[in-house]
């Protein structure tokens, strides 16, 4: 990829952007149309006991669907995007352990992007979501 692609100015704003680094999410691998981003067990990420508050996996997986979108060689010439829509399905409690999100493109249109995220922890799925995302 180029110097200039998506996947560079992904890149570029995720060790910038104040929430990614308020939640202390963390790139793992970016390459043409998948993502995996991290989310280090902290207890400021709990809701009750142990158990990961269902906001913090949601913007985990919100925000690895948005590195997937850009995750292209050829970005919009009007370097915007947001997020039109997000579902997600908690599978199981994700308990006292880092999270590890790894989204793809199931397809690529004009300037919508339609992309799917699985969570896991250490050794089972926590949640899935689709995001659809908007480039440009």
């Known amino acids: 990829m180029s110097e200039n692609s998506g996947a560079d100015v992904m890149r570029r ?3 910038i952007s104040p ?4 939640l202390g999410m963390q790139l793992v691998g970016l390459e043409p149309d998948r ?6 067990f902290r207890e400021e990420l709990v809701t ?6 269902g906001g ?3 913007a985990l997986v919100d925000t690895t669907a948005m590195a997937t979108a850009w995750s292209t060689a050829d970005p919009p010439a009007n370097l915007r995007g947001t997020t039109v829509a997000l ?12 999270l590890t ?6 397809r690529r249109g004009r300037t ?13 799925v926590v949640a899935v979501g689709l995001v659809t995302y908007k480039l440009g």
């Open 13 to 15: 704003f995720l060790t």
């Open 19 to 22: 929430f990614v680094g308020h």
């Open 35 to 40: 993502a995996t981003l991290r989310l280090p």
């Open 48 to 53: 009750v006991g142990d158990v990961v508050h």
């Open 56 to 58: 913090a996996i949601s």
């Open 87 to 98: 579902s997600v399905d908690f599978v199981t409690a994700a308990r006292a352990q880092d």
């Open 101 to 106: 999100a790894v989204g793809r493109v199931i």
């Open 112 to 124: 919508l992007v339609f992309c799917e995220v699985e969570v896991r922890d250490a050794s089972q």
